[in-house]
């Protein structure tokens, strides 16, 4: 847990002296946006402020309805909306053997979440690690802690653009 990058980011603010941004992480390791609408309503208890959604790869590793997808997220995104929350969205790709036209839905699918809820997009969160076997694990497609680094920064700099 020390080495994931919601981790490096809440150091980064303690390091800062910003103490009072907390970061909370309610990821669930496997899970696909399917129950994504559920375990946000159980979140929002906490009420953030902030909403950064990084949801859908498992969907896509799964080769899942993009269209589905997409329609979980509209749906935690308006609940989000409602409650008043400043709210990200993080793109994910498909890795090459899922095939173009799969690929090139998947991502364009939080693409036009973005523009629909004009949402502040990281366009990929795995950028600069994605495919890069010294930044993995084993299994090629989890981050290892050097790529959680790497996707610390690229979300760091979205929410200090926000903040």
Same mark, same amino acid.
């Given at each position: 847990?020390?080495?994931?990058?919601?981790?490096?980011?809440?150091?980064?603010?303690?390091?800062?002296?910003?103490?009072?941004?907390?970061?909370?992480?309610?990821?669930?390791?496997?899970?696909?946006?399917?129950?994504?609408?559920?375990?946000?309503?159980?979140?929002?208890?906490?009420?953030?402020?902030?909403?950064?959604?990084?949801?859908?790869?498992?969907?896509?590793?799964?080769?899942?309805?993009?269209?589905?997808?997409?329609?979980?997220?509209?749906?935690?995104?308006?609940?989000?909306?409602?409650?008043? &929350?400043?709210?990200?969205?993080?793109?994910?790709?498909?890795?090459?053997?899922?095939?173009?036209?799969?690929?090139?839905?998947?991502?364009?699918?939080?693409?036009?979440?973005?523009? &629909?809820?004009?949402?502040?997009?990281?366009?990929?969160?795995? &950028?600069?690690?994605?495919? &890069?076997?010294?930044?993995?694990?084993?299994?090629?497609?989890?981050?290892?802690?050097?790529?959680?680094?790497?996707?610390?920064?690229?979300?760091?700099?979205?929410?200090?653009?926000?903040?």
């Amino acid at each position: 847990p020390e080495q994931a990058y919601t981790y490096l980011i809440q150091d980064h603010f303690k390091k800062n002296g910003q103490h009072h941004i907390k970061i909370f992480n309610g990821s669930i390791s496997g899970s696909t946006t399917a129950g994504a609408l559920s375990r946000l309503k159980w979140f929002l208890r906490v009420k953030p402020d902030m909403l950064i959604l990084v949801l859908g790869a498992n969907d896509g590793l799964r080769g899942l309805s993009t269209s589905r997808m997409e329609q979980n997220l509209s749906s935690c995104i308006e609940l989000a909306r409602e409650k008043g &929350k400043t709210i990200s969205l993080a793109g994910m790709k498909m890795p090459p053997n899922y095939g173009p036209e799969y690929s090139q839905e998947f991502e364009q699918t939080f693409e036009n979440l973005s523009k &629909k809820y004009d949402l502040t997009l990281i366009p990929f969160l795995l &950028k600069d690690v994605a495919g &890069k076997p010294d930044l993995n694990q084993a299994d090629g497609i989890h981050p290892n802690a050097d790529g959680h680094k790497i996707i610390a920064r690229t979300v760091l700099e979205t929410l200090l653009e926000q903040l």
